[in-house]
């Protein structure tokens, strides 16, 4: 409801996050839990967190996604959930928890980082093109100010520029000159 009205985009964020996490909680949970192929599912969770909400956003996803992850194994463990392939040494889980957290937070980090980077470049995108605008209108400026004819061709011999000069001198307007060949 909230996607189709197009208002409150934020909470709509965090409700996708809340619901992606819940769903990548019970799919690891149903398969197999700390042996599960869809940990995965965190990462791209995590990576988005990052990119739409910056750092804070990938370090709240990871934290998340590890909480929820270790749930999983501790209930798991404790017998509270039916976890398939048998019971694991709590040593083994707790490696395995730990080495996810890294690698979750690693992601944030990294994918905080790309955000960071991304908006940067963005911002200096935007700035090269309101320069080239300007250039441009400077550029029609002095064009259009020279009393001399000035016709232009690219590299194919089309014409490209014909000022007001140009269409006097040789009674052509500049619609029918404009992208002829010479």
């Not at 490209?160 to 307007?173: D, G, I, R």
Request: charge should be neutral; include cysteine; hydrophobic fraction near 45%.
């Amino acid at each position: 409801v909230l996607w189709w009205s197009g208002r409150q985009p934020a909470r709509q964020l965090y409700l996708q996050i809340a619901v992606d996490l819940g769903i990548a909680t019970v799919v690891v949970a149903q398969t197999h839990g700390s042996q599960s192929p869809f940990v995965s599912f965190y990462l791209l969770i995590i990576i988005y967190c990052s990119l739409t909400l910056g750092r804070n956003g990938g370090v709240i996803g990871a934290a998340l996604s590890t909480i929820l992850y270790a749930g999983v194994i501790a209930l798991g463990h404790l017998g509270m959930l039916t976890v398939a392939g048998g019971p694991t040494e709590l040593s083994t889980l707790t490696f395995r928890i730990s080495l996810h957290a890294l690698g979750f937070f690693s992601v944030a980090f990294l994918g905080s980082n790309l955000s960071q980077r991304l908006r940067v470049v963005q911002e200096e995108l935007e700035q090269k093109i309101d320069s080239l605008e300007q250039l441009q209108r400077l550029t029609n400026h002095i064009v259009s100010s020279i009393r001399s004819g000035l016709m232009t061709t690219d590299l194919d011999g089309h014409i490209t520029l014909f000022n007001s000069a140009a269409e006097e001198l040789t009674e052509k307007p500049r619609s029918a000159a404009i992208y002829r060949s010479i």
